[in-house]
């Protein structure tokens, strides 16, 4: 597991043995979990930000939009 982006509102993790990642909403206590080619998909969206425009604020707009509905509440057992 590698962190690859850390926000004060996001978090980025990347499984690069199972080409996956994991994105985790701070504030919203969610997360998506990608793999195959959603995981492909991500990478795409994300080297697709020209590095100019990498900033915080632009990337957790991007995970924000990008986690949408599709992300899922953090339950602790």
Same mark, same amino acid.
């Given at each position: 597991?590698?962190?690859?982006?850390?926000?004060? /509102?996001?978090?980025?993790?990347?499984?690069?043995?199972?080409?996956?990642?994991?994105?985790?909403?701070?504030e919203?206590?969610?997360?998506? %979990?990608?793999?195959? #080619?959603?995981?492909? /998909?991500?990478?795409?969206?994300?080297? =697709?930000? #020209?590095?100019?425009?990498? &900033?915080? =604020?632009?990337i957790?707009?991007?995970?924000?939009?990008?986690?949408? &509905?599709?992300?899922?509440?953090?339950? %602790? /057992?």
């Amino acid at each position: 597991m590698n962190v690859v982006y850390n926000s004060e /509102h996001y978090s980025v993790l990347a499984y690069p043995a199972q080409e996956s990642f994991e994105l985790v909403d701070k504030e919203g206590g969610r997360m998506l %979990f990608l793999q195959g #080619p959603s995981a492909l /998909h991500f990478r795409a969206a994300i080297e =697709e930000i #020209p590095e100019g425009e990498r &900033d915080e =604020e632009t990337i957790d707009a991007f995970l924000d939009d990008y986690c949408g &509905d599709a992300a899922r509440p953090i339950v %602790f /057992h």
